[in-house]
């Protein structure tokens, strides 16, 4: 397949931006997944159209049944196993080698960012690949899909996945880090995220309004498209490489 050649979209000034840039950081939202078959949560097809998010994403709704929502995160684990890391994270990877400070600060929880190579990587999030206890909070990392349903910790209680929930505060040493970066960024990314869950959504902005430049990648408009120096539409893993190409 011919690659997609953007250099009549992308202006010599944006390009000039990027080359000279330091400090780099990207933003991902489930989009970056898209092409290694997890779907998105929003969207035609998307999960939160097929699943109540009452049951599975909110502590109450572990809480009142924590074997059905243990399912169905059983069953991310397994197809996020089986799944593999696609060109856009790759690429994302390749950057960070090339810019003096690189951080991606991702929404996602399937853990491809590392398995694709990058390093320094803030999670949002959370990670589906680890359990906390509810009572004592003790951290279980995993490297296969949970088989009983639900875990237990040592101490007797339910492990919960170490993900946040729909009313829950975003871990303050995450939430802190990805804002620094943001606002030191002399250019941020902003990979296929429909940019309406906050506080993640507010990064981008904060980029812009310390001076930085932001460069969207998304199938379709988001509110981050109003602000962003250039959008490139199309499939992530289509459109970064041909990106990276242009800059490099
Ligand atoms: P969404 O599902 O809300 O948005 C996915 C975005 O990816 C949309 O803007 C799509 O247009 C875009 N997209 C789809 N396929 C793409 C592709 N191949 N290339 C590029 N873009 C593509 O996902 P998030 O923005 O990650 O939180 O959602 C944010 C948070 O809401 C998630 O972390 C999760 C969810 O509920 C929690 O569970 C707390």
Avoid at 110 to 121: K, L, T, V
Avoid at 178 to 206: K, N
């Amino acid at each position: 397949m011919a690659s997609r050649d953007l250099s009549s979209e992308v202006s010599r000034a944006i390009l000039d931006r990027i080359r000279k840039a330091r400090r780099v950081s990207v933003l991902t939202g489930a989009g970056v997944s898209a092409e290694s078959g997890i779907p998105t949560f929003r969207g035609a097809g998307g999960i939160w159209e097929k699943y109540d998010f009452n049951k599975l994403a909110t502590p109450h709704g572990f809480m009142e049944n924590p074997e059905l929502a243990w399912d169905w995160y059983q069953l991310r684990q397994r197809e996020m196993m089986k799944a593999q890391p696609n060109e856009a994270h790759l690429v994302i990877a390749e950057m960070e080698d090339h810019f003096p400070s690189f951080a991606v600060l991702t929404q996602n929880i399937d853990g491809f960012h590392r398995r694709a190579g990058s390093r320094n990587i803030v999670e949002l999030h959370g990670n589906i690949w680890r359990m906390r206890c509810v009572r004592d909070g003790t951290i279980v990392e995993l490297d296969s899909p949970v088989e009983h349903i639900p875990p237990l910790c040592q101490c007797g209680s339910i492990m919960r996945p170490d993900v946040v929930w729909f009313g829950e505060p975003l871990p303050s040493e995450a939430i802190e880090a990805a804002s620094t970066v943001a606002r030191e960024s002399d250019v941020m990314f902003v990979v296929g995220t429909s940019a309406i869950v906050y506080p993640a959504a507010a990064l981008p902005a904060l980029t812009k309004s310390a001076g930085g430049l932001v460069v969207e990648v998304n199938v379709e408009p988001t509110p981050v498209t109003a602000y962003a120096a250039l959008t490139l539409f199309g499939p992530a893993g289509e459109v970064l490489p041909a990106f990276w190409t242009l800059v490099r």
